[in-house]
């Protein structure tokens, strides 16, 4: 018997203010909402504040984590927070969290920047972190505000992404088996250019502020300050290396296929999803589909749809779960987690 | 799948009905040829075997020419 990490809560926290598909439908009548989302499965993204940052997304949905009474801020020796939208450049957010949420200043606390694959990495390291005996509770933050980077009248991503954060508590139990991992990863820079922010960091600090009233496709050059998608790029990527990144898993944890009780994939929406579950043969109600009432949210997808299998009793204790991230960077990685 | 078989599907895709649809049609003539039905083009292909190139089809201006990227023979 030896000290494993586990997932022992997940938590989540959308903000408020709702953007439907009727909302969309009313404001843009000729981008054909309705057909999107029959290939979506989006109805409703959540969207921040103006003055609302992922941070504070972050900061509730630890709450509501540490209200559901599996850990308290005191038990907190570690924090990781997975943004692509930090409140600022200098000092990292997750040290502005330690205090707001009254964590010990004998935490670990760091930011690390990744897309839809994030999930999986921050459970990867959070389990370095506790079988290297680094840490007992780490708490894993993902948070992310999209809906900021997008231009009002790009159909391609407005109708997909959403605001949202989750809250996963991961911490050292007694078990004779690992409970989760074990890990693969990928990446492939060279799609960089495929979902992208251009302006704002050190490569493009200054750009023109897009005229709003224009779609993006309908301009000579994308907006640098707005999220750019190639849809079509994306789609093709997936198609090739998710079926890889899920050979690879069952390989490396010598499992097959109905060894596992279910698999939760990032929520990139539903099109994608069901085209992966036909590819890779896995049975319906063996496979999450939790997109709809909160759309894209990148990094927080995964743990939002385990947080719906938790609540339909598909995830359950001695349940095997399958988990798969992908998307911006390009970056993918995959785990298993033991109930 | 045959040439036949992927224009009916293509049809679909672009919401109109298959007999509206052959090698010398316009793409530009087919007004639900959009990114969402070339994410829609590159799942039929991968469907029959196909890794479809994106970059491939944005110069395709006929849908003949769509279902030869496609790797489609006539």
């Known amino acids: 018997m030896r000290s494993c990490a586990a997932i022992r809560g997940i938590e989540y926290h959308l903000p408020v203010a709702t953007l439907t598909t009727a909302d969309l439908s009313e404001r843009f009548p000729d981008w054909g909402v309705e057909r999107i989302e029959s290939r979506t499965g989006i109805h409703t993204r959540h969207i921040a504040a103006a003055d609302e940052c992922a941070s504070d997304l972050a900061y509730e949905a630890a709450l509501k984590l540490f209200a559901s009474g599996v850990a308290g801020p005191s038990d907190i020796d570690f924090l990781i927070l997975c943004t692509q939208y930090p409140d600022y450049f200098v000092p990292t957010t997750a040290c502005t969290l330690q205090s707001r949420l009254g964590l010990r200043t004998d935490a670990g606390a760091m930011d690390m920047n990744l897309g839809t694959s994030g999930f999986v990495y921050a459970l990867g390291l959070a389990k370095g972190l506790i079988e290297t005996g680094q840490a007992s509770n780490v708490l894993v933050l993902t948070a992310d505000t999209y809906s900021k980077f997008i231009h009002p009248l790009d159909r391609s991503v407005r109708t997909i992404f959403g605001d949202g954060a989750a809250a996963t508590l991961v911490s050292g139990i007694d078990s004779d088996q690992p409970r989760i991992g074990p890990f693969v990863y990928g990446t492939d820079g060279s799609g960089a250019q495929n979902i992208i922010v251009k302006g704002g960091a050190a490569r493009l600090p200054r750009f023109p502020v897009a005229d709003q009233s224009v779609a993006p496709e309908d301009m000579p050059e994308r907006p640098a300050g707005h999220l750019f998608m190639d849809g079509a790029e994306v789609f093709a990527f997936t198609l090739s290396a998710v079926p890889a990144l899920f050979d690879a898993l069952l390989r490396k944890s010598a499992l097959s296929r109905d060894d596992i009780d279910l698999f939760v994939f990032h929520q990139a929406n539903r099109h994608i999803l069901e085209t992966l579950r036909k590819k890779l043969a896995i049975p319906a109600d063996r496979f999450v589909i939790a997109i709809g009432e909160s759309g894209n949210t990148v990094s927080s997808t995964i743990p939002i749809a385990m947080k719906h299998a938790l609540g339909d009793g598909r995830i359950a204790p001695g349940k095997t779960v399958a988990l798969l991230g992908y998307g911006m960077g390009l970056s993918w990685g995959g785990t298993i987690v033991r109930w | ?74």
């Open chain 2, 1 to 74: 799948m045959t040439r036949e078989e992927i224009r009916v599907k293509f049809a679909e895709i672009v919401e109109v009905s298959p007999a509206e649809v052959a090698d010398d049609t316009p793409l530009e003539s087919l007004a639900a040829w959009d990114s969402v039905a070339m994410v829609s083009f590159v799942a039929l292909a991968d469907e029959a075997g196909v890794k479809l190139q994106p970059k491939s089809l944005r110069s395709c201006s006929t849908v003949g020419q769509l279902f030869d990227a496609a790797g489609v023979s006539a």
